[in-house]
Nanobody, 115 residues
Framework: QVQLVESGGGLVQPGGSLRLSCAASGSVFSIGAMGWYRQAPGKPRELVASITNFGTTTYADSVKGRFTISRDNAKNTMYLQMNNLKSEDTDVYYC?????????WGQGTQVTVNS
């Protein structure tokens, strides 16, 4: 079992920055790929960025050049640095990890971009 706790969400003005964190506990030795997703009410959850345990990253086209995903395996933590935020980035952000063939999700953290 893996437990995930997200933090770092909040209210920010357009053009501002936030850094999300996802701290893992439990069977962390088994964690492989990790990722950030976001979801607006009534819409499907979509991938924002992912990172393998080798550090290979992928990004949604809408966030390329603005968001950076990273992970610190020593701290069992994944990050999402979000710069130049736009109103359309407003969503609930979830972290997900793959461990021993299973998916684990965090509880979500709200990001609101509004002037």
């Amino acid at each position: 079992q893996v437990q995930l706790v997200e933090s770092g969400g909040g209210l920010v003005q357009p053009g501002g920055s936030l850094r999300l964190s996802c701290a893992a506990s439990g069977s962390v030795f088994s964690i492989g790929a990790m990722g950030w997703y976001r979801q607006a009410p009534g819409k499907p959850r979509e991938l924002v960025a992912s990172i393998t345990n080798f550090g290979t990253t992928t990004y949604a086209d809408s966030v390329k050049g603005r968001f950076t995903i990273s992970r610190d395996n020593a701290k069992n933590t994944m990050y999402l640095q979000m710069n130049n935020l736009k109103s359309e980035d407003t969503d609930v952000y979830y972290c997900k990890v793959i461990a021993t063939g299973r998916q684990y999700w965090g509880q979500g953290t709200q990001v609101t971009v509004n002037s």
